[in-house]
């Protein structure tokens, strides 16, 4: 065997990395056609492992109804050997258990890593937006571990004790009925802190938030009532996404490990009625957020290496990673015909892109050349983008602009008063008077907006950012409603309207809140 | 062990029939393909096993030691493949020609191309046996779990070194079972 041929334990994970990275194309190399071949050889077996539990579940399924007739308690033992996903989680501990045996108490603890803390970072002091200074601050933090130690203490003691009943996940019901009025709590979610993400399930009856604690929590919109835990994360998750079929969600997140600013990262595409759970592999860092495509077949995720990646949902090959950025993608949102998805990074840059030839189509400079674009969220009916911005030198406003041409329609400044200090006094300097101004480069003044999604009709948006959440109308140009602070949650992280735009859910440091957001 | 790296990674139910199927469901697979090429027909054996393990006395099976329960696991398995291949035998056979107008309307559907596909991944799945069983959890880990070389050290108590070593020689072996089979079959 040549030199140039032999794999050495010096290089193995880079070339791993690199012919796994882009599977499609031909392999150039000896070295590269046994990489992908593996790479198929255990695709193939996974893929056969889920089928195989699918009929293995739905086999049992029909042998315990039919025991029920004859023989209840024999039936009763089939079941009993199904998953707990299935049965509800009654082993919730034991598993919390194990993961800690396995990953977190014998690493050092991962150190906390989300949007606001790289703005903050930049508001700290940070000199330049590059990703060299927000490194330093991030693996710098001192208080980031013991803030990931609270949140794994806290979750070990289950607020909510387990359902005796049991029932499966999958989302069969409906959205809770709209009762009060604009502005009302429907449910406050407690069993979960440091909640980054929530989503609703496509039926509205379900909401499925992502924490630090390294965990994903489901849970009814209606009541609260924990549904299952998902903890087979071993690094904080930062980001949580429905099918939208409702029968697999999509959780990914990420750390940076210990002193030595080791990179991680974790995506887990996991069946909601079996629990049977697949790893997607790509990126170099951690991610934020992980989209699922409008029509089901395509997961996105961004990193903060700097790419934006696309898996194949029913495989989970990576069928396109996006190389356009220079710095760390921090949000992503598919065009609703699933064949765009527009990103955008800490440079302010924002970018829409093929996802069949990941080419660019569009850049959108609108948000000038200072802070960081936090997020970012297409219109339902295709037509305008939403994105909004922050950072120590920007304004923390929400753009409104066409995707065809990248003219800004728009920016609302609903949240640029709304500094940290005002927070603790509940709804404060809210600029209701004049929100929205004529395109202009950012000035600066707050921190920033974390969260900004369209209503499913196109008639408003919510976003949310240092512990407000307000919404507004996009076409009118008329500020709605602002809703009351959360106590001790002075970060809005994550903002998702219900499937028919009747509540909105709230995702904090603190707990999660469903609002009612209709008159 | 193996116990806690199958929960970690996947089909991660704690019930001990999930427990017994991430541990020895893909390893099952991989001993029935010896006998039935066919992907989808060993998975229709593989289904057929752990029902079979469900059955027999109460599903007494989970509460023996994993070696034992891969045993049984593996003598059901042959059996069932006894089984196929005299049902097989019995089958009577139809000329392909009969039905050739509606078979394989997709080219990729196509006994030449399955036939293909099977025999690219012959020889991997023949390398793979060869390997020693701590190299095969690796490549698992690493190509199906797609795991870093950090964590599976973690998992497997081992350092990042050891495993980029190890991981080195399993693809190098499996490099130089290709290279004598590319000799072969040009010699041929």
């Known amino acids: ?519 | 062990m193996q116990q806690r790296l199958s929960q970690s990674v996947s089909h991660s139910d704690d019930t001990p029939l999930a427990r017994c199927y991430a541990l020895h469901a893909i390893p099952l697979l991989a001993y029935i393909r010896q006998y039935v090429p066919s992907r989808e027909d060993a998975e229709d054996l593989v289904v057929e096993v752990f029902i079979a393990a469900l059955e027999h006395k109460g599903a007494s099976i989970f509460a023996l030691s994993e070696r034992e329960q891969l045993g049984w696991l593996r003598r059901v398995a042959y059996y069932k493949c006894v089984d196929r291949y005299r049902r097989l035998a019995h089958q009577s056979t139809v000329p392909l020609e009969d039905h050739v107008q509606n078979l394989f309307e997709e080219e990729r559907l196509g006994p030449e191309q399955v036939t293909l596909r099977h025999e690219e991944q012959a020889w991997l799945r023949l390398g793979l046996s060869q390997l020693p069983e701590h190299y095969q959890t690796i490549l698992r880990l690493r190509f199906a779990n797609g795991l870093r070389c950090s964590e599976i050290g973690r998992l497997l108590k081992k350092s990042d070194g050891a495993i980029r070593v190890a991981l080195s020689r399993a693809l190098n072996t499996l490099r130089e079972i290709s290279r004598k089979q590319s000799e072969e079959q040009n010699d041929e």
Request: hydrophobic share 35%; charged share 15%; glycine share 10%.
């Open chain 1, 1 to 519: 065997m040549n030199d140039d041929e032999t794999f050495t334990p010096e290089t193995i994970e880079e070339l791993i990395d690199q012919h796994t990275s882009s599977p499609s194309s031909q392999p150039t190399s000896p070295q590269a056609s046994i990489i992908q071949e593996l790479q198929t050889y255990y695709e193939a077996d996974q893929r056969s492992a889920v089928r195989m539990w699918e009929r293995l579940v739905q086999q049992t399924k029909l042998k315990a109804s039919d025991n029920e007739i004859e023989k209840p308690t024999a039936g009763e033992s089939i079941m009993q050997q199904m998953p707990d996903s299935i049965k509800n989680r009654n082993s919730e501990q034991e598993n919390q258990e194990s993961l800690g045996q396995m990953g977190a108490s014998s690493t050092p603890m991962p150190r906390r890593i989300s949007r606001r803390t790289l703005v903050a970072g930049l508001g700290v002091g940070a000199a330049a937006l590059g990703t060299a200074a927000s490194y330093v601050f991030l693996t710098g933090h001192p208080q980031s571990s013991s803030q990931a130690g609270t949140a794994a203490t806290a979750t070990a003691t289950p607020t909510t004790a387990p359902t005796a009943t049991p029932k499966t996940i999958a989302p069969t019901g409906t959205e809770p009925a709209v009762r009060g009025k604009l502005g009302d709590i429907l449910t406050t979610y407690k069993g979960q802190v440091k909640t980054v993400d929530a989503r609703w399930s496509p039926d509205g009856s379900l909401i499925a938030s992502a924490s630090d604690d390294k965990t994903v929590h489901i849970w009814e919109a209606a009541n609260g009532q924990e549904v299952f835990v998902y903890a087979k994360h071993t690094d904080q998750v930062n980001s949580v996404d429905w099918s939208p079929d409702g029968r697999w969600l999509a959780s990914g997140g990420g750390a940076v490990l210990g002193n030595v600013g080791q990179r991680n990262y974790s995506i887990h595409v996991w069946n909601t009625s079996t629990g049977l759970a697949r790893k997607l592999s790509g990126p170099k860092d951690y991610i934020h957020p992980i989209r699922w495509s409008p029509d089901g077949k395509y997961i996105a995720a961004a990193s903060n290496d700097s790419k934006a990646y696309v898996w194949e949902a029913a495989s989970g090959r990576l069928v396109r990673t996006y190389t356009g950025h220079t710095d760390a993608v921090t949000g992503l949102s598919w065009s609703p015909d699933s064949k765009r998805i527009v990103s955008c990074d800490s440079r302010t840059r924002v970018h829409i892109w093929s996802v069949a030839t990941g080419q660019k189509i569009l850049q959108y400079l609108g948000h000038g050349n200072n802070g960081l674009v936090l997020a970012i969220d297409w219109s339902p009916d295709g037509k305008r983008i939403a994105s909004s911005a922050g950072g120590a030198a920007t304004d923390a406003v929400v753009n409104v602009w066409n995707p065809t041409n990248g003219e800004t329609l728009f920016v609302y400044q609903g949240h640029v008063n709304n500094s940290l200090g005002t927070i603790s006094s509940g709804r404060s300097a809210l600029s209701a008077s004049l929100p929205f101004l004529p395109a202009h480069p950012a000035s600066g003044s707050g921190i920033g907006v974390f969260a900004v999604a369209w209503s499913p009709d196109n008639t408003r948006i919510a976003s949310g950012g240092n512990g407000l959440l307000q919404i507004w109308q996009p076409t009118a140009q008329t500020h709605s409603f602002t809703f009351p602070a959360i106590e001790g949650a002075p970060f809005i992280e994550g903002v998702a309207w219900s499937p028919s735009g009747a509540h909105l859910v709230e995702a904090t440091d603190n707990h999660t809140v469903v609002w009612q957001s209709k008159a």
